[in-house]
T-cell receptor, first 109, second 115 residues
Framework: GENVEQHPSTLSVQEGDSAVIKCTYS??????FPWYKQELGKRPQLIID?????GEKKDQRIAVTLNKTAKHFSLHITETQPEDSAVYFC????????FGQGTRLTINP | NAGVMQNPRHLVRRRGQEARLRCSPM?????VYWYRQLPEEGLKFMVY????????ESGMPKERFSAEFPKEGPSILRIQQVVRGDSAAYFC?????????????FGPGTRLTVL
């Protein structure tokens, strides 16, 4: 079955700097790669997603890149703000979502 | 995603009791997924249902756990004879089922505590 590895597990950056979180997946059949943000005690919220026929997608300060050959995808957050502090999860999917272990992102003012 | 409803939001049970968790998908969504999140951990897939059908239950323990999504009413995840290790947040997500890999929107979760 699918296996998703996510790195780093914790990430601390200065406000205004960029943050990058990376994930690898094992099943080449996976064709959908969402990223979720989860604040403490809250539900996971979709922030951006990409499908396997696209290499890059951007939405304001957030971008995701996908390398199907290498089976890895990354989340890029630019101009980070304190409200970006949360746990971020990547996932890979053919039908069900298989999640990475999560990255706790802290933005230092 | 505010449209996915789960209740109760918090549930306390003693060991050996039954826990029943409900999920109402977003309007127009016919696919429901259940995930479990242990404290400080990621989300683990449990079961995928469409109306009146279990499509994939590969993540659900074989004993004590069952799920259904009837023709009318919410999807229900049932845990019989709960044990302390069942304490977790249980999230459901729904999708519209129009594409092979659909965007899933999560409900607020049910936090189960087993005493």
């Amino acid at each position: 079955g699918e296996n998703v590895e996510q790195h780093p597990s914790t990430l601390s950056v200065q406000e205004g700097d960029s943050a990058v979180i990376k994930c690898t997946y094992s099943d080449s059949a996976s064709n959908y790669f969402p990223w979720y943000k989860q604040e403490l005690g809250k539900r996971p919220q979709l922030i951006i997603d990409i499908r396997s026929n696209v290499g890059e997608k951007k939405d304001q300060r957030i971008a995701v890149t996908l390398n199907k050959t290498a089976k890895h995808f990354s989340l890029h957050i630019t101009e980070t703000q304190p409200e970006d502090s949360a746990v971020y999860f990547c996932a890979a999917s053919l039908t069900k979502l298989v999640f990475g272990q999560g990255t706790r992102l802290t933005i230092n003012p | 995603n505010a449209g996915v409803m789960q209740n109760p939001r918090h549930l306390v049970r003693r060991r050996g009791q039954e826990a029943r968790l409900r999920c109402s998908p977003m309007k127009g969504h016919s696919h429901v997924y259940w995930y479990r999140q242990l404290p400080e951990e990621g989300l683990k897939f449990m079961v995928y249902l469409q109306k009146e059908n279990i499509i994939d239950e590969s993540g659900m323990p074989k004993e004590r756990f069952s799920a259904e999504f009837p023709k009318e009413g919410p999807s229900i995840l049932r845990i019989q004879q709960v044990v302390r290790g069942d304490s977790a947040a249980y999230f459901c997500a729904s999708a519209n089922g129009l594409a092979g890999a659909d965007t899933q929107y999560f409900g607020p979760g049910t936090r189960l505590t087993v005493l």
